[in-house]
């Protein structure tokens, strides 16, 4: 293990050389049965025990969330029958749909990923679990007032845009703290911490970067964090980058081709600026 220098403190000891692996991006292979599934889940699975060995960090404390999006019903039956209890989607409109032909499913939860639109505030109260990229007062507003309406609750993660491309959603990393500290106004809401997307590079460093932005940030405002409000979950890191983000903290990693397979559509039907 390398002896890092007492000025990078802010940098998790070891293993700063892993790399991503999105020169697989697009090139995952399918897995098309029950088996298939087992074992990419199962292989994930010990790259997380690993990443967190590296640094010292207890397995149990990073959940893996299967990302599902563009996969269609018979995938996440089997993905069911695999053993994943909580999927995520990207797009609200697949989501909801996905939701509405599986109820038959036993314990099967969906996780909201991507940008909502608050006019779909409705749709999302209807049925998610979670919601992973909560980043306007106006959206939580109106996703609060539909959740009362239910009689539901939603767990939320504040999304954060950490590499500073204009195209990505998420709050500015200065504006996170008066976010925080008007959330507790939304008893439906129970916030559980931040969640981002890295830089999409080969470069690990800069990536590495983005996830140390928001572990930073996170350990700062803990201290000032109203009443109510959680920040022990970092969600970062993707089928590309989820060693990475796991060595920089993350709680939940959020791992989709790599599981799935690779998806058809082009990420820039997903991502804003996506190539
Ligand atoms: C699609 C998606 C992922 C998963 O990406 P993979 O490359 O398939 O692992 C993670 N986070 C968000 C927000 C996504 O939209």
Redesign the pocket.
Known sequence: MMTLPPDSSENAPGAPDTQTHHDQ?GRYPQALNVEDFRRNLAAIRARMDAACRRVDRDPASVRLLP?S?TMDESRIRLAHAAGCRLL?E?KIQEAHRKWENTTDLAGLRWSV??HLQTNKAKLMAQFASEF??LDSLRLAEALDRRLQAEGRALDVYVQVNTSGEPSKYGLAPDEVAAFLQALPAFSSLRVRGF?T?ALFSREAERVRQCFVLLRGLRDRLRQEAPAGISLDELSMG???DFEIAIEEGATVV?????I?GA?ALP?SH??PGAA
């Open positions: 991006h990302v999006k995520g990207n990923i991507g992973q990229a969640m997307l993707m089928s590309g959020r791992v989709g081709q790599a799935f998806r990420d997903y991502w």
